[in-house]
């Protein structure tokens, strides 16, 4: 009996350790599918990587097509406009170089007998007149006979400011040469100085010349002066030229400045597609009849089908073309009035051997006639140039250093004659098909990756890290933020985003929580770089997306399974399989009424794309101004129904707007800021200390109102509080301190002055009046020590000029406004010059111009609904007990709408992000509070 019981014994044993190797091996068996997985998941996106790299290459490809694919057939230059009326080729000369009429006419000869149609010559203001009124036209008509002797067209460019024209700041310092650049190229003082001149030109010549070129080179330094690049300058030069010239000879053709090729977009150097698009937000379109462009080939072939910004070459003429018909300048011709390539060593335009360039400019002519029918002349950049053989330009020359005549000379003869060659350049619709299968098989993997993950036991991992301490998960987040931060390949950025969205599905109010508090942190954005294009994602829209993206497939199943059992052709059912699920999320009886202002701010966005010219502008402002500040509403609406997660949300608005103004009291304390009126301004993680307040001004009121119930942390929200109110401080923003502070004090007071809102202790009391006394002191250090800019009216006299000039544009567009982010591309139209205008506003410095300017009578209406139902949401809050951080929200807004009638209110992105952030906060039901 007991050998039997000890046999049954080892055969348990036994039984339980092979059951226990089984479950091990059943625990190592699904391990290893784990582990299998998670590299078919890492070979699947890379292969997502490399294939939206692909479809990135050939959208650029298929943009980069030349307009071109037009038939040979069609005329290459229309004449119906008056631009177009120009033989097809011509050559820029430098006759003042010629001592004798003998030798300028025999070079001219020359170049007519080459099969050049026109010259094209720089009349120097400062020789003609200089001094005013004192014009001196020997040499310019001697030159100008002789060019109508040789049978050219003569194309004027008027250039060079005499030194009596110009503004104090482009005069030379004592012991410069008064011919040394960028003297004698900055423009006039008053551009009516160098109107008048043009006008005096076109009345002498105007049988003669009926091409005026107005300026050269404008959008690079030195042709500008000593002073930034300026486009909106430069077009009411053009604007005043143009009406003086033409008053004076009915017949003439204005060509917009010839624009010098370049990548940058800064202080010396804007590029043409930029420069343009300015051009035409200023309103320059009707005053010029063609636009220059110089097209350099920079050492690649003409075939090079690069055709974008970085790109200097050949085709750059046909980006040039796309971005004025983006503008919806379609009808206007283009000039290629220099293009080229240069065959001396070590020059700036890179050298190319003399055989391809030969080469190179016939093909580039011939492709130009046979598939650019928008361009109505090629110029070639120098005939003999009037410098030392050293010089890098006469690697264009088409005459030899001894004088004779260069091989170059011959290629145009044989190329200007009209071609329908179509050229070795056509790719067909070889692209398209592409596409069409990089995108096929882009969806079928990422929809293999998707069948692949849900294998994953992704929901168990995802209750383990909800069960980590809370040390443990602020150590992930630190990781993963510093991963983020330092992260410059887009695989890796993408991958921190999708294992942020895995960490908010897990806890998805913590994606809500750092998308509040990155808010302040608009401008410190991470560049998404691919394939040339750079998108700027600014911190609080990365925790957002990543927040709605973890929340997707939740939605997505629910929402399937209503439209599957809707029937599309029934209007009121179809409907029904979205209402029912945000009325199971949302709390529709309190908040009916602000989901309304939501859809409605996205209708009135969307009526204004009528008005829109520049459409990435648009799209811009349509993303940051309408649909991020709808995403924080509905993300709100879906992850905050609690009142523990909306005081968890709240918080963290206040807790960043804090952090921003500390780094913006550290950025002081060691030297930064802006001074104005004899006070050093801080200026924060911004470009402006108005726009830092705007912010700090929301978060002190905030503060405010968590400070009056915060219970343990009342002494955080006490330094919070002071922290973000020195902060403002410093900011020596009058419109906040003046406007918005007292209209939140107001509100504040006025609440907890009705009976039974507030539950105040001793404490509160004594607290009550500690800030009370603390803001006084704050207001008498003000005065005394910002006095002199309380004093200073001259703001206030260039802010009645903005809503002068920004009145004007709502005038243009009354009823649905310019759209959002369109004031920046309509405004300089309207802005009458002054010394202290200033063309590259954002808004218009003032509430109601804002919405006036932005969306027109509509915004206007809206903007009066908005105000309603903050009454009616600031009356049930003082009926409420227990509503100081309601009130204190809305002391915010009250606050931002005060500082908003001499500022900004939702024309910039973080503050439009935190207006609709606070209307989702304030629409909880009204029996519920923070």
């Given at each position: 009996m007991a050998q039997n019981a000890v046999a049954q014994n080892a055969v348990t044993q036994n039984a339980v350790a092979w059951k226990a190797v089984a479950q091990n091996a059943v625990a190592w068996k699904a391990v290893a599918q784990?582990?299998?997985?998670?590299?078919?998941?890492?070979?699947?996106?890379?292969?997502?990587?490399?294939?939206?790299?692909?479809?990135?290459?050939?959208?650029?490809?298929?943009?980069?097509?030349?307009?071109?694919?037009?038939?040979?057939?069609?005329?290459?230059?229309?004449?119906?406009?008056?631009?177009?009326?120009?033989?097809?080729?011509?050559v820029t000369v430098e006759l003042e170089q010629y001592s004798s009429r003998h030798e300028r006419q025999r070079a001219l000869q020359r170049l007519r007998g080459a099969g050049f149609g026109w010259v094209r010559q720089r009349i120097d203001w400062s020789a003609v007149?200089?001094?005013?009124?004192?014009?001196?036209?020997?040499?310019?008509?001697?030159?100008?006979?002789?060019?109508?002797?040789?049978?050219?067209?003569?194309?004027?460019?008027?250039?060079?400011?005499?030194?009596?024209?110009?503004?104090?700041?482009?005069?030379?310092?004592?012991?410069?040469?008064?011919?040394?650049?960028?003297?004698?190229?900055?423009?006039?003082?008053?551009?009516?100085?160098?109107?008048?001149?043009?006008?005096?030109?076109?009345?002498?010549?105007?049988?003669?010349?009926?091409?005026?070129?107005?300026?050269?080179?404008?959008?690079?330094?030195?042709?500008?002066?000593?002073?930034?690049?300026d486009p909106v300058g430069y077009a009411r030069l053009l604007r005043a030229a143009a009406v003086a010239v033409r008053d004076a000879d009915p017949d003439a053709v204005i060509l917009a400045a010839a624009l010098a090729p370049t990548q940058d977009r800064g202080h010396t150097a804007i590029d043409e597609g930029f420069f343009l698009q300015r051009l035409y937000a200023a309103g320059a379109a009707p005053y010029f009849d063609a636009v220059l462009v110089q097209p350099f080939g920079f050492g690649t072939?003409?075939?090079?089908?690069?055709?974008?910004?970085?790109?200097?070459?050949?085709?750059?003429?046909?980006?040039?073309?796309?971005?004025?018909?983006?503008?919806?300048?379609?009808?206007?011709?283009?000039?290629?009035?220099?293009?080229?390539?240069?065959?001396?060593?070590?020059?700036?335009?890179?050298?190319?051997?003399?055989?391809?360039?030969?080469?190179?400019?016939?093909?580039?002519?011939?492709?130009?006639?046979?598939?650019?029918?928008?361009?109505?002349?090629?110029?070639?950049?120098?005939?003999?140039?009037?410098?030392?053989?050293?010089?890098?330009?006469?690697?264009?020359?088409?005459?030899?250093?001894?004088?004779?005549?260069?091989?170059?000379?011959?290629?145009?003869?044989?190329?200007?004659?009209?071609?329908?060659?179509?050229?070795?350049?056509?790719?067909?619709?070889?692209?398209?098909?592409?596409?069409?299968?990089?995108?096929?098989?882009?969806?079928?993997?990422?929809?293999?990756?998707?069948?692949?993950?849900?294998?994953?036991?992704?929901?168990?991992?995802?209750?383990?890290?909800?069960?980590?301490?809370?040390?443990?998960?602020?150590?992930?987040?630190a990781l993963l933020l510093t991963v983020y931060y330092v992260a410059v390949w887009p695989p890796l950025i993408l991958l921190c985003w999708l294992g942020a969205a895995f960490l908010i599905a897990a806890e998805p109010l913590t994606?809500?929580?750092?998308?509040?508090?990155?808010?302040?942190?608009?401008?410190?954005?991470?560049?998404?770089?691919?394939?040339?294009?750079?998108?700027?994602?600014?911190?609080?829209?990365?925790?957002?997306?990543?927040a709605l993206l973890a929340a997707l497939p939740a939605m997505l199943p629910a929402l399937s399974q209503r439209a599957f059992r809707a029937k599309p052709w029934r209007i009121r059912t179809t409907l029904k399989t979205i209402y029912p699920l945000l009325r199971s999320t949302f709390a529709v009886r309190n908040a009916q009424y602000a989901n309304l202002l939501v859809a409605a701010w996205i209708v009135i966005s969307l009526l204004a794309a009528r008005n829109v010219w520049h459409r990435p502008g648009y799209i811009g402002g349509l993303w940051a101004l309408v649909a991020v500040p709808a995403l924080f509403y509905a993300g709100i609406r879906l992850?905050?129904?609690?009142?523990?997660?909306?005081?968890?949300?709240?918080?963290?608005?206040?807790?960043?707007?804090?952090?921003?103004?500390?780094?913006?009291?550290?950025?002081?304390?060691?030297?930064?800021?802006?001074?104005?009126?004899?006070?050093?301004?801080?200026?924060?993680?911004?470009?402006?200390?108005?726009q830092t307040a705007l912010y700090l001004l929301r978060t002190l009121f905030v503060g405010l109102g968590l400070l009056a119930t915060g219970g343990r942390r009342r002494a955080a929200f006490a330094a919070g509080?002071?922290?973000?109110?020195?902060?403002?401080?410093?900011?020596?923003?009058?419109?906040?301190?003046?406007?918005?502070?007292?209209?939140?004090?107001?509100?504040?007071?006025?609440?907890?002055?009705?009976?039974?809102?507030?539950?105040?202790?001793?404490?509160?009391?004594?607290?009550?009046?500690?800030?009370?006394?603390?803001?006084?002191?704050?207001?008498?250090?003000?005065?005394?020590?910002?006095?002199?800019?309380?004093?200073?009216?001259?703001?206030?006299?260039s802010r009645f000029a903005v809503w002068r000039d920004a009145l004007a544009l709502w005038k243009q567009y009354p009823l649905f406004g310019a759209g959002p982010g369109g004031f920046y591309w309509n405004y300089p139209a309207f802005l009458q010059p002054s010394p202290a205008a200033d063309p590259n506003l954002l808004h218009a410095h003032s509430l109601w111009l804002e919405y006036a300017t932005g969306w027109g009578v509509v915004g206007l209406?809206?903007?009066?609904?908005?105000?309603?139902?903050?009454?009616?949401?600031?009356?049930?809050?003082?009926?409420?007990?227990?509503?100081?951080?309601?009130?204190?929200?809305?002391?915010?807004?009250?606050?931002?709408?005060?500082?908003?009638?001499?500022?900004?209110?939702?024309?910039?992105?973080?503050?439009a992000a935190w207006n609709f952030t606070a209307l989702a906060l304030l629409s909880i039901p009204s029996d519920t509070t923070m």
């Open positions: 784990t582990a299998v997985r998670l590299v078919h998941l890492t070979i699947l996106y890379a292969v997502l990587c490399y294939l939206g790299v692909e479809v990135a290459l050939t959208l650029r490809d298929l943009r980069e097509q030349d307009p071109g694919g037009l038939p040979a057939a069609v005329e290459p230059h229309p004449q119906s406009s008056p631009a177009s009326r120009i033989p097809f080729i011509g007149e200089p001094q005013p009124g004192a014009f001196q036209w020997a040499w310019t008509d001697r030159v100008l006979t002789d060019i109508a002797a040789a049978g050219l067209v003569p194309v004027i460019v008027l250039d060079g400011s005499p030194p009596w024209a110009r503004d104090s700041r482009d005069r030379p310092p004592p012991g410069s040469l008064e011919n040394d650049l960028p003297w004698r190229l900055a423009p006039p003082a008053a551009p009516e100085t160098f109107a008048r001149f043009a006008a005096a030109f076109a009345r002498r010549y105007r049988d003669t010349v009926r091409y005026y070129q107005i300026w050269d080179e404008p959008n690079i330094a030195p042709h500008w002066g000593n002073r930034l690049i072939a003409p075939e090079d089908a690069r055709s974008r910004v970085e790109a200097l070459n050949f085709r750059r003429a046909a980006w040039v073309r796309r971005v004025m018909v983006a503008a919806g300048d379609a009808q206007t011709p283009v000039w290629a009035v220099r293009f080229g390539w240069n065959r001396q060593i070590q020059d700036p335009w890179k050298t190319v051997p003399t055989a391809n360039q030969l080469r190179f400019t016939e093909e580039a002519i011939r492709y130009a006639r046979a598939h650019w029918p928008w361009l109505a002349a090629m110029g070639w950049p120098a005939d003999r140039p009037n410098a030392p053989p050293s010089d890098p330009l006469w690697g264009f020359s088409l005459v030899t250093a001894a004088g004779k005549d260069h091989a170059l000379l011959s290629v145009f003869n044989d190329a200007v004659q009209p071609t329908t060659h179509s050229g070795p350049f056509a790719k067909g619709d070889r692209l398209y098909v592409r596409f069409a299968l990089l995108l096929l098989a882009g969806v079928f993997l990422l929809w293999w990756a998707v069948l692949t993950s849900r294998t994953l036991p992704l929901r168990r991992w995802q209750g383990v890290y909800r069960n980590w301490p809370l040390s443990v998960k602020l150590a992930v987040w994606g809500l929580m750092i998308a509040a508090a990155a808010l302040p942190f608009h401008f410190q954005h991470k560049e998404l770089r691919l394939v040339g294009a750079v998108w700027a994602v600014p911190p609080a829209q990365a925790a957002l997306l990543a992850f905050a129904v609690a009142p523990r997660q909306q005081r968890a949300v709240l918080t963290a608005l206040f807790a960043g707007g804090v952090l921003a103004a500390g780094g913006g009291i550290i950025d002081w304390l060691i030297g930064g800021g802006v001074s104005a009126d004899g006070v050093r301004r801080l200026m924060g993680h911004t470009f402006s200390p108005n509080c002071l922290l973000a109110a020195a902060a403002l401080l410093l900011t020596a923003s009058r419109g906040a301190l003046l406007l918005g502070l007292p209209a939140g004090i107001l509100v504040m007071v006025a609440a907890g002055s009705r009976q039974g809102c507030f539950r105040l202790g001793k404490r509160s009391a004594v607290l009550l009046t500690a800030l009370t006394g603390l803001a006084a002191a704050v207001g008498l250090e003000f005065v005394l020590l910002y006095g002199e800019r309380l004093l200073n009216l001259g703001t206030l006299h209406l809206w903007l009066a609904a908005l105000l309603g139902w903050l009454v009616s949401a600031l009356r049930r809050s003082s009926r409420q007990p227990y509503a100081l951080r309601r009130i204190g929200l809305l002391a915010a807004l009250v606050a931002g709408l005060a500082h908003a009638q001499v500022d900004a209110f939702v024309s910039l992105p973080e503050l």
